[in-house]
């Protein structure tokens, strides 16, 4: 029996699946003046739970849309306050195989801004980067996802957001 780590256990899973997957980045911009009148980010660490709020809405929208509530989901966290780089997550998303990318494309990104706004009580500029995952390059996307940005979220297996609701692999 041999020992996967987290990252090999999505490689694995990747590979494996006979369904096309999309790689994405979801954003949320936008800012607000605190107390002292001072500009801050809306995602910081303590907003982080309202980004991955929309995100989850997002991904159960999507599959009861789809009928497809087994589609897989693996999202990772990004950026970090060290590195003066705003947070957001990296996903892969199996694309359900009745489903044609842009119609997937268009729905994402749909209910994505309906959920970033709702979470944050407020006007936000959300963006989500969606792409075909090129199989052959599964490795290069997870070393992407996976690698150390700044003490935030360290890196590897550590930024794999196994606490998001709608994580499944």
Same mark, same amino acid.
């Given at each position: 029996? #041999? !020992? ?7 490689? $694995?899973?990747? =590979? #494996?699946?006979? =369904?096309?997957?999309? !790689?994405? %980045? /979801?954003? !949320?911009?936008?800012? /607000?003046?605190?107390?002292?009148? %001072?500009?801050? =980010?809306? %995602? ?6 309202? +980004?991955?709020? @929309? ?10 849309? +789809?009928?497809?509530? $087994?589609? *897989? ?11 003066? *780089?705003? /947070? ?15 119609? /997937? $494309? ?5 209910? +994505?801004?309906?959920?970033? @706004?709702?979470?944050?009580? #407020? ?27 700044? $003490?935030? +979220?360290?890196?590897? @297996? ?7 609701? #709608?994580?499944?692999?």
């Amino acid at each position: 029996m #041999s !020992i996967y780590t987290v990252e090999d256990w999505i490689k $694995n899973t990747l =590979n #494996s699946s006979h =369904n096309e997957w999309v !790689i994405c %980045v /979801f954003k !949320i911009r936008g800012t /607000f003046k605190d107390v002292n009148g %001072v500009s801050r =980010n809306i %995602v910081n660490q303590l907003t982080l739970p309202k +980004f991955i709020k @929309s995100v989850d809405w997002t991904i159960s929208s999507i599959r009861r849309k +789809f009928k497809n509530e $087994n589609m *897989k989901f693996i999202p990772f966290f990004g950026g970090g306050k060290d590195i003066q *780089k705003s /947070f957001h997550i990296h996903a892969f998303i199996e694309r359900p195989s009745l489903v044609d990318y842009w119609t /997937f $494309n268009d729905n994402l990104k749909k209910y +994505f801004r309906q959920y970033a @706004s709702r979470a944050y009580k #407020s006007e936000v500029t959300d963006e989500l980067w969606i792409q075909p995952l090129n199989k052959s390059l599964i490795a290069n996307h997870t070393h992407y996802c996976t690698r150390y940005e700044d $003490n935030t +979220f360290y890196k590897g @297996s550590e930024k794999v957001l196994l606490e998001c609701n #709608s994580c499944l692999l």
